[in-house]
Structure formats: structure tokens, C-alpha cells
């Protein structure tokens, strides 16, 4: 059962520009939300997090917002730099049990 | 400080055979994951150990098992290998129990099943 989904496999943007990348999920247990990052041939790494007391969560140019009402967490990537281009998995977890994945996104930013 | 380490990089097998992926924590991590990925999905929880013991697993057949040892490292064995169980198969560790929100990934281990 496909517990987290990120339904848009790639995304082009332009460099400056936003990248937004979206994550939606079915269980309401999930207390905690991640955005991982991950390059080919290396294992993903911790971009950014979320608890779901919060709706909100910023880092440099990295913003998680949570939306527990619609199940739905979104990453915003201001401004968007070429070396951004990788692929971002949204993940989601309940405390102390397992972690849940996306299939990922693929995000290219063009010069 | 080393990250987490996995060996081999590749593995090759047929099906029906065995395989063992081993990985190493972080030093002082106690808690070590395993994920499968699989061709245009999500990585996929298998397993978790933490002080020798298997504390959670996956949706995945009895085939799949593991151990920790007492160094902490693992190994995550795969018996009957099937042709589905072609994967990218990752470790990531963690310094304290079910600290799946503090996890570090080690680089993977690309099994192919022929």
C-alpha cells in the first residue's frame, strides 16, 4: 500500500526560478515528514523535516509547508540552483514503527 | 567521521540463489535500517535492527532476514532470489533507537538477478 505519494515523477524549472515539489499521504498517524535528497550513485540525504504540530518549517532557501487537513506537504526550493537537479523523495514516519517513502521526484534546474 | 558504509557495490546472482549485503554504521550508531528501492519506486522498509535484535520488519517475504552483530554492523540476506528482487538496497543507521527521522544512508548495493 502506497502510503506516501509524490505524483509528478520529474520537474524542469528554470534557474532563480521556484521548484515546488508536492507529497501527499493516506495515514494520519504520520507524526513527522521528511524531504530527502538523493544523487545517483549515493545514498539519499536529509534535506529538511516537519513535525505535525507545525505547518511550516524553513531552511535557508528550503520550505516545508504541512497541510494535515488535506494530507498533503509541499517543498519550495527559493532560488532554485543548478546543483538543486537531483532526486527529492518526501518520506513520513510514525514515531519509533517505520518510515514510509514517495516514489521521488526528479528535479532538473536549467541554467 | 566514516559514513555509512555498504559492500558490495554490485552484486550479480541468478535466481534461486542466495545473497548477503552487508553494511556498517556510523561509529556509535546502534540502530541500523534497511530499504529496498526497486525500479521507479520508493525505497521500501525491510528491516530495522537495534542492539542485535530485528525490532520491526517490512511487508516482505520470510526470505528476506538479517542480523546485527555485536559490532553493530549488519547483513541482510536474500534466499530464492527471485527476478523482482533486482534493487538498489540501502543501510542507514541511526545513534538511538527507532530514530528513523535522524537516519544516514549509506550508498547502496545494486543487486542484479539474472
Known amino acids: 500500500d502506497q502510503q506516501v505519494k509524490q505524483n509528478s515523477p520529474s520537474l524542469s524549472v528554470q534557474e532563480g526560478r521556484i521548484s515546488i515539489l508536492n507529497c501527499d499521504y493516506t495515514?494520519?498517524?504520520?507524526?513527522?515528514f521528511l524531504w530527502y535528497k538523493k544523487y545517483p550513485a549515493e545514498g539519499p540525504t536529509f534535506l529538511i523535516s516537519?513535525?505535525?504540530?507545525?505547518d511550516k518549517n524553513e531552511d535557508g532557501r528550503f520550505t516545508v509547508f504541512l497541510n494535515k487537513s488535506a494530507k498533503h506537504l509541499s517543498l519550495h526550493i527559493v532560488p532554485s540552483q543548478p546543483g538543486d537537479s537531483a532526486v527529492y523523495f518526501c518520506?513520513?514516519?510514525?514515531?519509533?514503527?517505520?518510515?514510509?517513502f514517495g516514489a521521488g521526484t526528479r528535479l532538473t534546474v536549467k541554467p | 567521521e566514516a559514513g555509512v558504509t555498504q559492500s558490495p557495490t554490485h552484486l550479480i546472482k541468478t535466481r534461486g540463489q542466495q545473497a548477503t549485503l552487508r553494511c556498517s554504521p556510523i561509529s556509535g550508531h546502534t540502530s541500523v535500517y534497511w530499504y529496498q528501492q526497486a525500479l521507479g519506486l520508493g525505497l521500501q522498509f525491510l528491516l530495522w535492527?537495534?542492539?542485535?535484535?530485528?525490532?520491526n520488519r517490512g511487508n516482505f517475504p520470510p526470505r528476506f532476514s538479517g542480523r546485527q552483530f555485536p559490532n553493530y554492523s549488519s547483513e541482510l540476506n536474500v534466499n530464492a532470489l527471485e527476478l523482482e528482487d533486482s534493487a538498489l538496497y540501502l543501510c542507514?543507521?541511526?545513534?538511538?533507537?527507532?530514530?528513523?527521522?535522524?537516519?544516514?544512508f549509506g550508498p547502496g548495493t545494486r543487486l542484479t538477478v539474472l
Open positions: 535492527y537495534d542492539e542485535g535484535e530485528e525490532r
Open positions: 516537519i513535525s505535525s504540530i507545525k
Open positions: 495515514n494520519s498517524m504520520f507524526d513527522y
Open positions: 518520506a513520513a514516519t510514525v514515531w519509533n514503527n517505520d518510515m514510509r
Open positions: 542507514a543507521s541511526s545513534s538511538f533507537a527507532g530514530g528513523f527521522h535522524e537516519q544516514f
